[in-house]
């Protein structure tokens, strides 16, 4: 009796918590990663290469977008409201029944915000001049800040022709290889034919 309790123990102690989908498994059935942790390799590998590479564009898009603000106001550090108003528009807002949840990244990303800001260059310099008497505290920020919110749909839709454009490129190049090789083909084979026929 003893001797199966010690097996069993022996049995916990090589599996290991997996921390996407909390389960143990085998080592054998796991991968270890750089933070020293075991996941699955079937499924839950993936969603940690995944969720680890989508938090890495997140984190550089918003030290682009940061760089930007601090440049266009000419600043040295962004006030907390700020950043606060921009990490809300980020992470997304639900209202259900009356009562107001906040989500988790549904909001535009900060590269869209970048390219909105972008477009509203021009006219948020102009407004610093005319409007704010050149100052660049939190409510000029603020100020700005909502013109880029009105260029988010124009920024969005740039995007997706954009995307568009690209899927087509790369259609018409797939579409020009195929069409090559199949002239190769057909030249090589005639060829053949043409000589077993003289043969
Ligand atoms: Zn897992």
Redesign the pocket.
């Known amino acids: 009796m003893n001797a199966l309790y010690y097996k069993d123990v022996i049995i916990l102690a090589r599996l290991l918590k997996?921390?996407?989908?909390?389960?143990f498994?085998a080592k054998e059935e796991?991968v270890r990663e750089t933070d020293k942790r075991y996941?699955?390799k079937?499924?839950?590998?993936g969603?940690y290469l995944r969720d680890r590479e989508a938090t890495r564009i997140e984190t550089q898009q918003w030290d682009d977008l940061y760089q930007y603000i601090i440049k266009l106001h000419n600043i040295v550090v962004l006030p907390k409201g700020n950043i606060t108003r921009l990490k809300d528009l980020r992470a997304g807002f639900e209202v259900k029944s009356g009562k107001k949840s906040r989500k988790w990244r549904t909001g535009p990303d900060y590269g869209l915000m970048l390219e909105a800001y972008e477009l509203a260059r021009e006219n948020i310099r102009w407004c610093i001049v005319n409007k704010l008497d050149g100052s660049n505290d939190t409510r000029a920020i603020n100020y700005g800040m909502s013109i880029m919110i009105d260029k988010l749909n124009e920024a969005f839709a740039r995007r997706v022709a954009w995307k568009r454009q690209m899927e087509r490129r790369e259609i018409d190049s797939e579409t020009k290889d195929t069409y090559i090789e199949e002239i190769k083909y057909i030249s090589k084979k005639s060829t053949n034919n043409d000589i077993s026929d003289f043969i």
């Open positions: 997996c921390p996407i989908c909390s389960q498994g796991m996941y699955h079937e499924y839950c590998h969603k």
